[in-house]
């Protein structure tokens, strides 16, 4: 592997969240630099982590000749570096017609549905190309929404069997490797209109949120010369990860502290029943040992449900 600082810091990633096992690892490509990156970098990590690279690009059926020329790139640009590639196509528009969702919302569950089928059928981990500035992009959204603390979290570097190991580095760290690759990519022209949410927080929000930061005199970014609004919201979400872990403990705690009350209640009758010499003379055998049976499970599931609540401490 190359000394590059930033395949360095991709596998330090790579390495904290546990991404790569040994094995097939198909990168979602659609032909943008962040996709375009990811597949380049881990062209270069397949040795250390025993990799086999293939990749898949998701035709939406929108954007006419623009996809087209997506798809193109993306099949040239396999060839050229020998990874295998699956094309998918999906019918975006009709799909957003039947599901009243907006055409972005339609065609994330398109592509992610042919994600999963695609796994389905060949195993391993699907890389998405997400990088620092999507995850500042996705906990603004959130706020903007007023979502939940758990959306405040941002997006996870792991989920199932989907990997980001583009998380912790920035679009501008993206960009300076490609071009130091002499690396060609293709750009999405709906990117650049600010009528969709995330692209006017991209484009004008994080910036503005940049300007008000440095102008107050606040230093922010760290060694890797993070950009400091991207920093400063990325950080804060990761105060969000505690919080939400903490308040999914706390439901879990109250659900097995509930479900505990009704065993004991259970338990409590079999035991009144058992410990009654008239029910044990005159009820049939068969009654008795069933009442037997059931407190014995009972007292089986409330170990487990000590056990648990122990777990959560």
Not at 167 to 196: H, M
Not at 271 to 283: C, P, R, V, W, Y
């Amino acid at each position: 592997m190359s000394d590059n600082p930033f395949f360095l810091r991709v596998a330090a990633t790579a390495d904290r969240f546990s991404m790569l096992p040994p094995g097939r690892v198909t990168v979602c490509l659609s032909g943008g630099a962040d996709s375009v990156a990811l597949l380049r970098v881990l062209l270069e990590l397949r040795e250390r982590y025993a990799l086999t690279v293939t990749a898949v690009h998701v035709h939406h059926g929108i954007r006419g000749d623009e996809a087209s020329r997506d798809e193109r790139f993306c099949r040239a640009l396999c060839e050229r570096l020998g990874v295998p590639l699956t094309v998918r196509r999906a019918d975006v528009p009709a799909l957003a017609r039947a599901s009243g969702d907006s055409l972005e919302l339609a065609a994330r569950k398109a592509r992610y549905a042919a994600f999963e089928a695609l796994q389905a059928q060949c195993g391993g981990v699907f890389a998405t190309a997400h990088t620092l500035n999507d995850n500042a992009e996705t906990v603004v959204h959130a706020f903007l929404r007023s979502r939940a603390p758990s959306s405040l979290c941002g997006i996870p570097p792991v989920r199932g069997f989907f990997v980001r190991p583009l998380l912790e580095r920035t679009r501008a760290e993206v960009e300076d490797y490609l071009a130091s690759l002499g690396q060609p990519f293709v750009t999405d022209a709906t990117n650049a209109d600010e009528r969709y949410t995330r692209n006017f927080i991209r484009h004008t929000l994080l910036p503005l949120m940049q300007r008000l930061a440095y102008a107050s005199g606040v230093t922010l970014g760290d060694a890797f010369d993070m950009p400091g609004a991207v920093t400063m919201v990325t950080r804060n979400a990761k105060l969000y990860i505690p919080m939400d872990e903490l308040v999914d403990k706390a439901a879990e705690r109250a659900r097995l502290t509930k479900e505990r009350e009704s065993v004991v209640k259970q338990l409590t009758q079999c035991d009144a029943k058992l410990g009654n010499e008239t029910f044990l003379s005159k009820a049939p055998a068969q009654v008795v040992e069933g009442v037997r049976t059931n407190a014995e499970s009972l007292r089986k599931k409330l170990a487990l449900i000590d056990e648990s609540l122990a777990a959560l401490g």
